[in-house]
């Protein structure tokens, strides 16, 4: 009887063993995991929405854009420099005047300084581009029949010399001597304009920009220096060097670096735009009529490379051509220098990539 009881216990207690085995659960093998070999994944940033873009820079702003673009005549005489305003202008176009002294016309609107200056006296070329971009047309002093133009075609223009040293809207700095030392003060050009009865609000068409995908493929080849002689006799020779960490150009005349009177803030650029095309003397004061309603030959320098394009005249303004489509500009400030076709894009412009 004892030896039944016995044998009752022991099925008990293994009955009891096989359920806990039965009971506990299987443990899964661990994954291997390596250590150091995972990279984070990149989270794209959302490119910031703007309300308008800045029709000569391409860039965006939050701030209204419907306000008359400025063009100031701005002197390029050895004694004129260093000029005070440049480093803000949009868009500078530098041309030839009289003899072999470049003048600008340097168009203001995403930036409007102070003072600009010094001013200088009209020439057709310059208010016909002027006017191509909406902008109203400032200088000191023309001659008669250029006076007389200005009338005859409708452009919105202001003459220094009729508000000369006013301290309104123009002032004659001491430390220079005439005619290198106009200076336009800006912030009251709208309600000169509005005086006069021009409008000082407009509606203007973008210049074509590339988009940042764009500015990443640009072709070409290398243009770290940038060197167009107009003269060597006087000496007249503009420059343009690249800085690879800002990827802009600092602008050098006559080997030295262009920069603002009362800084000496350099003057950098994004786009360097070279436009080859007819120059003709039509006086004996050596004034000149220049051809910009054809096309020609150019050169497109941005982000540290050159390309060799076409310019043409769309819609009245001047853009980069290739294969009969425009070209973008890099968002940012232009300089479009203009050279004769005689010597020629060949013989005055040289670009190294050192």
């Not at 440049?86 to 868009?91: I, K, P, Q, Y």
């Not at 001047?318 to 894009?345: A, C, Q, R, Y």
Request: with cysteine; glycine share 8%; aromatic share 10%.
């Amino acid at each position: 009887m004892r030896k039944f009881i016995v044998l009752i216990l022991l099925s008990i207690v293994l009955v009891a063993c096989s359920k806990d085995a039965d009971s506990k659960p299987i443990e899964e093998p661990e994954e291997e995991v390596e250590v150091g070999n995972t990279e984070p994944e990149e989270v794209e940033e959302p490119e910031e929405v703007f309300a308008n873009v800045y029709p000569l820079t391409g860039i965006g702003t939050n701030e209204s854009v419907d306000y008359r673009i400025v063009g100031v005549m701005v002197n390029n005489h050895s004694s004129a420099r260093p000029q005070t305003g440049l480093s803000e202008a949009d868009v500078v176009f530098e041309i030839l005047a009289e003899g072999m002294i470049t003048r600008f016309l340097a168009l203001y609107h995403s930036q409007q300084p102070e003072v600009v200056g010094p001013v200088r006296s009209a020439r057709e070329y310059y208010f016909d581009l002027a006017n191509r971009y909406g902008a109203l047309y400032i200088y000191h002093g023309a001659a008669g029949f250029v006076n007389d133009m200005l009338d005859n075609r409708g452009i919105d223009h202001i003459d220094g010399a009729i508000y000369d040293n006013d301290g309104k809207l123009f002032k004659r700095e001491s430390f220079r001597v005439a005619p290198h030392n106009s200076y336009l003060l800006f912030e009251n050009v709208y309600d000169v304009a509005t005086n006069i009865g021009y409008d000082v609000t407009a509606e203007h068409e973008p210049m074509p920009f590339l988009t940042e995908e764009e500015v990443k493929g640009i072709p070409g080849v290398a243009a770290n220096h940038v060197e167009i002689v107009y003269s060597n006799n006087p000496m007249e020779i503009v420059e343009f060097a690249y800085e690879a960490t800002t990827e802009k150009y600092t602008r050098y005349n006559d080997r030295e670096k262009t920069v603002e009177l009362s800084t000496s803030e350099p003057v950098e650029v994004d786009n360097i735009f070279i436009v080859e095309t007819y120059h003709e003397i039509i006086d004996d004061v050596g004034r000149r009529a220049i051809d910009f309603y054809a096309s020609g030959d150019a050169l497109l320098i941005q982000k540290g490379k050159v390309q060799q394009l076409k310019w043409e005249n769309r819609d009245g303004k001047i853009v980069p051509v290739k294969d009969g489509e425009v070209v973008g500009f890099v968002p940012g400030k232009t300089w479009i220098n203009v050279v004769p076709t005689s010597p020629g894009l060949g013989n005055s412009v040289t670009i190294t990539g050192e």
